[in-house]
């Protein structure tokens, strides 16, 4: 709709792209009412109490209780609070550094964001297969070296190395997709792997969240912050790989067992 308006009756160009957003928010709208009416409902049964506005901060922090008294989980969240805030500042910002690094066109930007996300679904059944073969640490262990040399070709993707810039971008993009699809299930299968038995899966979740989230904030700040300092995205992208290797360092280092834990949210 936005590359082709003449599609569609000859639009014209702006109102095709806030009709595209418009089209969006209905596509959202309408597959959550299928969430809504298919998915069960409080399977425990349990009843609503306390301040609506609280609750969840209270909830957080009791799941950081218990996640104190386990170094799997601990380690496992730490090494993926780097990881991620990699990789969804890559997401963020990848467009951003096409555009302004190698000022490819709109057009061509478009295209990059398609090829990842069909990409990505490939790559999910992909590190679905390795975690079958090798486990999910090891699978993600691969993942994120992946990433590493991702980060690697775009500060490398530059005319004065030999290389065709728009060309080696849309494959770095191609290689983006095929771990972003990958990393992000593997993850959530991982953390919901190491979690002790427990009715407040919700809860665990939320944290998992937050550390998602946060780390968001910080990978594009940090992004942004050696951008304006430098001068150059490709300088923030190294600064990307660094979070990268941390996260693979404690991913690494995370203890092949542990005693479970009893939890005591649900009292």
């Excluded at 992208?237 to 995370?254: C, E, H, N, P, S």
Aim: aromatic share 16%; net charge positive.
């Amino acid at each position: 709709m936005i590359l082709f308006p003449e599609w569609y009756g000859g639009i014209e160009k702006g109102f095709a792209i806030r009709l595209a957003f418009l089209l969006v928010g209905v596509w959202w709208f309408g597959f959550a009412q299928y969430t809504f009416a298919h998915l069960p409902d409080n399977i425990y049964e349990r009843k609503d109490e306390g301040d609506y506005l609280f609750n969840g901060y209270r909830e957080l922090r009791k799941v950081w209780g218990e996640l104190k008294k386990t170094s799997r989980i601990k380690t496992f969240l730490l090494s993926f609070f780097f990881y991620n805030m990699g990789v969804q500042t890559v997401m963020y910002v990848a467009t951003l550094f096409g555009d302004g690094e190698l000022h490819l066109d709109s057009s061509i930007l478009i295209a990059i964001i398609l090829i990842i996300q069909f990409v990505a679904i490939g790559g999910a059944y992909l590190f679905s297969n390795l975690s079958k073969r090798f486990g999910n640490i090891r699978a993600l262990s691969i993942a994120i070296t992946i990433w590493v040399f991702v980060c690697i070709g775009a500060f490398l993707c530059n005319k004065k190395y030999g290389v065709n810039e728009q060309n080696m971008f849309m494959g770095l993009a191609a290689v983006v997709g095929l771990v972003m699809g990958g990393i992000q299930s593997l993850s959530r299968s991982t953390y919901s792997k190491l979690l002790p038995e427990t009715i407040d899966h919700a809860s665990y979740f939320s944290f998992y969240d937050v550390c998602d989230k946060i780390g968001t904030v910080i990978g594009t700040l940090a992004f942004g912050l050696i951008n304006e300092m430098t001068g150059s995205m490709r300088n923030s992208i190294i600064v990307l790989a660094g979070f990268f290797f941390i996260g693979l360092f404690l991913l690494l280092r995370m203890p092949k067992s542990e005693r479970s834990i009893q939890p005591v949210l649900n009292s």
